[in-house]
């Protein structure tokens, strides 16, 4: 599997941004997809993702209500749409994939086998 995540940019806070991360292959629906972001001398952290069932699942309370994740199988496309940004949601973000993360390791970014090359988001106060 191969993935492109695109849809980056500058935003003031407060703006949106919606991502996109293109995934070759035809099992595209098959697999734990997932949103990550790594800001400057951080970690790389979780944001959403889906399970294998395809439920939607999201991080902290820092984006729940303000992110959005969605798919669309039919085009091989997962999305993350990012409302109300602030300068802390500064990242570069990556989507991730693989075909056989549980449900309880869906954080972990270790797990994933399959890396898009990222997205940078930067939003200014």
């Known amino acids: 599997v191969q993935l492109q995540a695109y849809g980056g940019g500058s935003v003031q806070a407060g703006g949106s941004l919606k991502l996109s991360c293109a995934a070759s292959g035809r099992t595209f629906g098959r697999y734990v997809m997932g949103w990550f972001r790594q800001a400057p001398g951080k970690e790389r952290e979780f944001v959403a993702g889906?399970?294998?069932?395809?439920?939607?699942?999201y991080s902290t309370e820092s984006v729940k209500g303000r992110f959005t994740i969605s798919r669309d199988n039919a085009k091989n496309t997962m999305y993350l749409q990012m409302n109300s940004l602030t300068p802390e949601d500064t990242a570069v973000y990556y989507c991730?994939?693989?075909?056989?993360?549980?449900?309880?390791?869906?954080?972990?970014?270790?797990?994933?086998?399959?890396w898009g090359q990222g997205t940078q988001v930067t939003v200014s106060s």
């Open positions: 991730a994939a693989d075909p056989n993360i549980i449900r309880s390791s869906i954080r972990d970014s270790a797990r994933y086998k399959y």
């Open positions: 889906f399970s294998r069932s395809g439920g939607a699942i």
